[in-house]
């Protein structure tokens, strides 16, 4: 519960506002985090920026009269078209609430470094856009040009697109989900991008990994981003448990000086327990490793080094 007047209310969203005005690039980017929980002194609450469109999603129980002088800071400041309000109360189905506007926005566009995203405030817990990884998908970008790419639990494929804007030869996407994979086309579709040069798959990742490595398909660049915990007709799979044999059973099919990238976003999987899972990849492969790079979540996810003391998301790139 958190109960604090109008005016400190007003204060910490201004604040948090101004530390992404002036880090930012609004030119490019409209979809980002204006408020991270602990990080910009508000708890248990984050405060999204999705163009004109803002989604409140409040994790512990708020008086309504913090609410309100939340959304009218939230009206002063920005003028949205609409706000968007989320409570995901732990052991509790997910609430969405129209606040403000004419109706809960369902199908809009929105832009990340100049790149087009659907997105969506109707999809329970997801938008389609993960807006930590804003960065990371910029370092994809990067090393992209020339390979072809593997992208496995692709969501929405927003990897795969920066990929292919970056100059990549092909996409293959992996989704156990018809919905997302469907949703991927429609962003490549809306970046210009020709579905029909890439590879849109609906299935299981474990499936299709043993699938390549049989067959001897190999890529130059394998992007694994999981959730942490998912059922299929053959695997049921979870991130703690999973982390060796996954990054293991990618890099049996990644071409020489090619890249695997593997991100997860739990945060009770600190950067310690991580890397000692990363070691036990030499059970699931002859392959060794070597770390190229090491990064977390964007400038707009800052963490207090009280309640969370350090970044909840672990990206990593490898070659061998």
């Known amino acids: 519960m958190h109960n604090a007047d109008p005016e400190s209310l007003h204060k910490i969203i201004c604040?948090?506002?101004?530390?992404?005005?002036?880090y930012i690039n609004h030119s490019a980017t409209n979809a980002y985090r204006l408020v991270n929980s602990y990080g910009d002194a508000l708890p248990e609450v984050t405060i999204d920026v999705y163009n004109?469109?803002?989604?409140v999603q409040y994790f512990k129980s708020y008086e309504k009269h913090s609410k309100e002088i939340?959304?009218?800071?939230?009206?002063?400041?920005?003028?949205p078209e609409s706000i968007t309000e989320k409570t995901?109360?732990?052991?509790?189905?997910?609430?969405?609430?129209?606040?403000s506007g004419k109706e809960i926005p369902g199908n809009f566009v929105v832009l990340e470094n100049g790149i087009k995203f659907n997105i969506s405030f109707l999809e329970g817990g997801g938008t389609g856009l993960f807006l930590d990884q804003r960065d990371n998908r910029k370092k994809i970008q990067a090393v992209a040009n020339n390979k072809e790419i593997l992208n496995c639990f692709c969501y929405t494929s927003s990897f795969s697109i920066y990929a292919n804007l970056g100059g990549a030869i092909s996409t293959t996407n992996i989704d156990l989900s018809k919905k997302a994979v469907e949703w991927s086309k429609k962003n490549f579709l809306l970046n210009q991008l020709d579905?029909?040069?890439?590879?849109?798959?609906?299935?299981?990742?474990?499936?299709?990994?043993?699938?390549?490595?049989?067959?001897?398909?190999?890529?130059?660049l394998i992007i694994i981003d999981p959730p942490s915990f998912s059922t299929s007709k053959t695997t049921v799979f979870t991130v703690e448990k999973d982390i060796p044999r996954l990054i293991g059973t990618g890099l049996n099919?990644?071409?020489?000086?090619?890249?695997?990238?593997?991100?997860?976003?739990?945060?009770?999987?600190?950067?310690?327990?991580?890397?000692?899972?990363?070691?036990?990849?030499?059970?699931?492969?002859?392959?060794?490793?070597?770390?190229?790079?090491?990064s977390s979540q964007g400038i707009d996810f800052p963490t207090d080094g009280q309640h969370a003391t350090e970044p909840y998301l672990k990206f990593v790139m490898l070659t061998c």
């Open 52 to 55: 004109k469109n803002l989604l």
């Open 253 to 294: 099919i990644l071409r020489e000086d090619g890249i695997l990238a593997f991100s997860t976003n739990i945060a009770k999987i600190n950067f310690s327990k991580f890397f000692q899972a990363l070691s036990l990849t030499k059970d699931f492969t002859r392959k060794k490793y070597k770390i190229l790079d090491v």
């Open 88 to 99: 995901r109360l732990k052991g509790e189905e997910i609430k969405t609430h129209l606040v």
């Open 15 to 22: 604040k948090a506002w101004s530390l992404r005005s002036k």
């Open 70 to 79: 939340i959304c009218n800071a939230l009206n002063d400041i920005l003028a």
């Open 195 to 220: 579905v029909n040069d890439h590879e849109f798959i609906v299935g299981d990742v474990w499936d299709w990994l043993r699938r390549f490595q049989k067959k001897g398909r190999t890529f130059d």
